[in-house]
């Protein structure tokens, strides 16, 4: 098994794999479903870029936001005032402009992130998570600045010019198509990070600082580096947002939007890109998955509030009794499976961290 | 005049993020936790006495003492059940438990009282007072708040100044493994910390929700958390004394900002204040420096 051996040795060769497979997968999916069923393939791709961000910055670098939505408001943004004035014109093959915007979003909130990054390094547990969330209040007031307004569009928000569809293909597919490409392409270079030097000084910036700085890192650089990938991926997915949702405005970014990313992470399982996977299509389909074990409709108080409290309470259960989340869960089962009939106390090791630390999880 | 007015008005509302900066300390003193969620709490709170005052007709004061009654329960169920499982692990397990619980109360209470913005009516006359000719801005309800903080602030004074309870809860914060050891109840004694600052809090949410411009709604008091804890944070999160000052500060500048630059983005101005007051201190401006530990 030479070839197996090789993939155990390259993370380059694995995640090759990895993203060539994912997108095998998400192309045949989006092939076989209708298009309501693509548009939610859409969020939970773009959904995914925001929570992988987001969860290497706290379970890899050790650093907490409730504030993600703030660079999700950034990347869309940006987005929406790059196509403002642009008309896509009817051969859609010549026009790349909105790969363009998506690049320049991503740009724009890792230099957004680099700024909440130097603000965060000498920032720590309560006063990071404080300065986070009112990040996540503050920045998206920002268009109802009287002196912004006419820019950025006030309350009413933005139009985004969507680009046109390939000639033979439907807008919801085309659109889930270039949301899927920027997540496999996230999950690429997010695995390669992880398990690069840098990855590795993540988390040892986060198990011990002193140490890492006694082991020569620069422990401020490592954590505004953290924050800007982390930023990156957030504006990709706000950018991505504004292309499917055709319109940004304030309210589209709101401090739920942040929390329920946030409950994401933890709930799929923090530090580990599959958890943020089963957190992006869990935060995409509780709503409507909600209403259909209901049966109330999204306009009935119960109804509407629904999602909320289910999220809520998944958050708080899964930080009790789970703290390694969906992704914790299935590796210990998986773990048992594969002891068969080992003594219980072996397979119960990954639950024993339960009352201890978030951060001490094993890479699988 | 303008500017004198500012501070005045300002200085009113202060008072009120004093009293939430107030619990955040209270809790942030016993158990080393910011409570996240407390924002939701106070909601839930105003929630009931606007039940009870607008909708069943019932007197402010039944309103008023209700809403207190329920943060007292509310708080000490939260620390019981929810905290004190993560109280002793990583310091971000009780953040995220807590963003969990304001997540559930924000939906439940959508679900209870739907999620439009309802006003609460205030108690005394919101006609602002006149000096001559100059409208000054402060009324009998604004007099109401101030009176009614400053009441609260005293008796947390007297209750841990100078009762035996306060003494022993005191001594549960500085040193809970002594404290047990010379026959304090901690546990319980932080469970009536988490209680009594949801009170503190209950007051609050009735007091901020009579002032013209505040509505009460599920999210209506995301802003008034941050406020809180923007004040507690330039008063440095563990003296309270600073928490009332910096409630105060925080109030006078808001307002003066508003006046002179915009009232669109309130929360923008909150955001570079807490980054300002951080950068230059980041463990608060009225705290000693603390070591971080190897």
């Given at each position: 098994?030479?070839?197996?051996?090789?993939?155990?040795?390259?993370?380059?060769?694995?995640?090759?794999?990895?993203?060539?497979?994912?997108?095998?997968?998400?192309?045949?999916?989006?092939?076989?479903?209708?298009?309501?069923?693509?548009?939610?393939?859409?969020?939970?791709?773009?959904?995914?870029?925001?929570?992988?961000?987001?969860?290497?910055?706290?379970?890899?670098?050790?650093?907490?936001?409730?504030?993600?939505?703030?660079?999700?408001?950034?990347?869309?943004?940006?987005?929406?005032?790059?196509?403002?004035?642009?008309?896509?014109?009817?051969?859609?093959?010549?026009?790349?402009?909105?790969?363009?915007?998506?690049?320049?979003a991503v740009a724009v909130s890792a230099a957004v992130g680099a700024l909440a990054g130097l603000a965060a390094a000498r920032l720590r547990g309560p006063y990071l998570?404080?300065?986070?969330?009112?990040?996540?209040?503050?920045?998206?007031?920002?268009?109802?600045?009287?002196?912004?307004?006419?820019?950025?569009?006030g309350h009413t928000g933005l139009v985004v010019n969507i680009p046109n569809s390939l000639d033979n293909v439907d807008f919801a597919r085309w659109q889930a198509w270039i949301c899927c490409a920027c997540a496999v392409i996230t999950l690429f270079l997010l695995y390669n990070l992880i398990h690069s030097r840098v990855g590795r000084a993540f988390e040892a910036?986060?198990?011990?600082?002193?140490?890492?700085?006694l082991a020569g890192l620069s422990v401020a650089r490592v954590q505004v580096l953290a924050f800007v990938v982390s930023a990156a991926a957030a504006g990709l997915a706000g950018g991505l947002y504004a292309l499917t949702a055709g319109q940004v405005d304030p309210l589209s970014f709101p401090?739920?939007?942040?929390?329920?990313?946030?409950?994401?992470?933890v709930i799929g399982g923090l530090g580990t890109l599959s958890g943020a996977a089963y957190g992006a299509v869990l935060i995409t389909f509780l709503p409507s998955w909600a209403q259909d074990v209901s049966g109330l409709s999204a306009t009935s108080k119960v109804g509407a509030n629904l999602p909320t409290t289910i999220f809520g309470l998944a958050l708080v259960v899964s930080m009790l009794l789970l703290p390694n989340g969906i992704q914790g869960l299935l590796s210990s089962i998986t773990r048992r499976l594969r002891n068969g009939a080992a003594p219980m106390h072996r397979t119960a090791f990954g639950i024993s961290s339960r009352a201890g630390n978030l951060h001490d999880r094993e890479d699988t | 005049m303008n500017f004198l007015n500012d501070v005045i008005y300002g200085a009113a509302n202060g008072f009120i993020y004093a009293a939430v900066a107030l619990a955040l300390v209270l809790i942030w003193r016993s158990t080393r936790i910011v409570n996240f969620a407390q924002g939701g709490m106070v909601m839930v709170t105003t929630f009931v006495a606007w039940d009870l005052v607008v909708e069943h007709n019932q007197?402010?004061?039944?309103?008023?003492?209700?809403?207190?009654?329920?943060?007292?329960?509310?708080?000490?169920?939260?620390?019981?059940?929810?905290?004190?499982?993560?109280?002793?692990?990583?310091?971000?397990?009780?953040?995220?438990?807590?963003?969990?619980?304001?997540?559930?109360?924000?939906?439940?209470?959508?679900?209870?009282?739907?999620?439009n913005n309802n006003t609460f009516p205030a108690q005394f006359s919101l006609v602002y007072y006149h000096a001559g000719h100059q409208v000054i801005l402060f009324n009998s309800d604004l007099l109401f708040v101030v009176i009614s903080v400053v009441v609260i602030a005293l008796l947390l004074y007297l209750l841990f100044q100078r009762t035996p309870i306060g003494l022993r809860m005191r001594a549960a914060a500085f040193n809970p493994e002594v404290a047990r050891l010379l026959g304090v109840p901690v546990s319980?004694?932080?469970?009536?910390?988490?209680?009594?600052?949801?009170?503190?809090?209950?007051?609050?949410?009735?007091?901020?929700?009579?002032?013209?411009?505040?509505?009460?709604?599920?999210?209506?008091?995301?802003?008034?958390?941050?406020?809180?804890?923007?004040?507690?944070?330039?008063?440095?999160?563990?003296?309270?004394?600073?928490?009332?000052?910096?409630?105060l500060l925080l109030g006078i500048v808001l307002q003066v900002l508003d006046g002179y630059v915009s009232n669109d983005i309130d929360s923008m101005f909150v955001l570079l204040l807490l980054l300002a007051v951080l950068m230059v201190r980041p463990n608060g401006l009225f705290t000693r420096h603390q070591e971080r530990r190897v």
């Open positions: 098994m030479a070839d197996v051996s090789a993939l155990r040795r390259s993370t380059l060769l694995r995640s090759l794999l990895i993203a060539v497979v994912a997108a095998l997968v998400l192309f045949g999916i989006s092939e076989l479903v209708g298009e309501y069923r693509n548009s939610q393939l859409a969020s939970v791709a773009l959904n995914f870029c925001a929570i992988a961000g987001l969860t290497v910055l706290i379970g890899r670098s050790g650093q907490v936001s409730l504030g993600h939505g703030a660079f999700l408001f950034v990347g869309g943004y940006t987005v929406a005032l790059m196509l403002k004035h642009h008309t896509f014109p009817n051969s859609p093959t010549t026009n790349k402009l909105f790969i363009l915007a998506l690049l320049v998570a404080g300065v986070t969330l009112a990040l996540a209040l503050g920045l998206p007031e920002l268009p109802t600045y009287s002196h912004l307004s006419g820019w950025l569009g910036v986060r198990d011990d600082e002193v140490a890492a700085s401090l739920t939007l942040s929390l329920d990313l946030l409950a994401a992470s | 007197s402010y004061w039944v309103g008023l003492v209700v809403a207190m009654l329920a943060g007292l329960v509310l708080g000490g169920a939260v620390e019981r059940i929810l905290i004190r499982p993560v109280e002793n692990g990583p310091p971000l397990n009780p953040v995220i438990v807590a963003l969990g619980l304001l997540l559930v109360l924000e939906g439940g209470a959508g679900m209870i009282w739907g999620n319980r004694l932080l469970t009536l910390g988490w209680a009594l600052a949801a009170v503190v809090g209950a007051v609050a949410g009735v007091l901020i929700a009579g002032i013209p411009g505040n509505y009460v709604s599920p999210n209506g008091f995301d802003g008034l958390l941050i406020l809180g804890f923007t004040a507690a944070v330039i008063g440095g999160l563990d003296s309270p004394i600073g928490a009332v000052v910096g409630g």
